[in-house]
């Protein structure tokens, strides 16, 4: 994820990043110059049909078009940034409910347990780390600390592996409580925490797994290829060779609008400005080992 300073406009107007839309869309931004100077070129020296007043009505349609395709445009981007910021709220409370869970198991279990506040602070701070290879699609090779619980050694042979993490919580704080450990009520208390960090997964999996429908991707792109092809037949008629540096213009814009929803739309990848998984779950680790390693009072 990009961190800047939104206040600095210098830096945001001169900066070319590796992420900015403008060296993925190169290729295509020549290739869109080069066809509106052929379109140009043909109307200004041989095909002339700007004389011809029932030909450039076509500029009427381009505007009536302009609008539609700023309208979705407007809808893509929004549902693009619905799904990206329903991510990071879910990143959120993955890391509100690990902090609150700790701070619980911390104040409950007495400092004889040495054995389950150890694996409870290996635990917690796990889950977040295995949620993010889960939704990385890698293979959840476990790094532990030097000495890691012997209950969470086999957790990477699981199909499911969060759902495996999250089982070994649950049966540890049930073991606890039918131990004598921790009274009924306090399981109630924890069981919030605890049922949270299936529904994290859960959320993160709908949006991981759910793209935005093909045939509403593949349209705005097609919409958007048509309506600059033929942007220059329009714009030849008023402008002249100007036409080519605004049709280039033109289509920088739309396709930078569709390639940044594109980009945002699934927010637990490795792109630029997608969520920092990995920085929050290191979070939610350090977070944690503080909480257990503070002397009860």
């Known amino acids: 994820m990009i961190y800047y300073n ?33 379109i140009v070129y043909l109307e200004m020296r041989y095909w002339k049909l700007a004389a011809d007043s029932s030909a450039r009505n076509i500029t009427i349609l381009h ?3 302009g609008f539609a395709i700023s309208m979705l445009l407007v809808f893509r981007t929004n549902t693009a940034y619905d799904r990206w910021w329903e991510g990071r709220k879910l990143w959120g409370a993955l890391v509100n409910n690990s902090r609150n869970l700790a701070l619980k198991l ?10 389950a506040r150890t694996f409870m602070r290996q635990a917690i701070p796990l889950y977040a780390q295995l949620l993010q290879r889960h939704l990385l699609k890698e293979s959840t090779q476990l790094a532990l600390d030097e000495s890691p619980h012997p209950e969470l050694g086999n957790i990477a042979a699981a199909q499911h592996v969060p759902n495996r993490m999250a089982g ?36 993160c999996e709908r949006i991981k797994n759910t793209p935005i429908p093909y045939s509403y991707s593949a349209f705005i792109k097609k919409f958007i290829f048509l309506y600059v092809i033929t942007l220059p037949f329009g714009l030849a008629f008023t402008l002249g060779y100007m036409a ?25 990848g490795r792109d630029s400005n997608d969520l920092p998984m990995a920085r929050m779950a290191d979070n939610i680790r350090r977070n ?7 002397s009860r009072t």
């Open 6 to 38: 939104s206040k600095d406009w210098f830096l945001h107007i001169f900066r070319i990043h590796k992420s900015d839309t403008f060296r993925k869309l190169l290729p295509m931004l020549v290739f869109i110059a080069l066809y509106s100077w052929g």
């Open 63 to 65: 505007t009536l078009l």
């Open 106 to 115: 911390h104040a409950l279990l007495p400092p004889a347990e040495t054995e």
């Open 168 to 203: 070994r919580l649950f049966g540890r704080v049930y073991s606890l409580h039918r131990a004598g450990v921790i009274s009924g009520e306090e399981l109630i208390i924890l069981n919030e925490e605890l049922r949270s960090f299936t529904d994290v997964c859960g959320a």
């Open 244 to 268: 080519i540096p605004v049709t280039t213009f033109i289509f920088y814009v739309l396709a930078s609008l569709e390639l940044i929803a594109e980009e945002i739309e699934d927010p637990f």
């Open 288 to 294: 944690v080992e503080e909480i257990f390693d503070e």
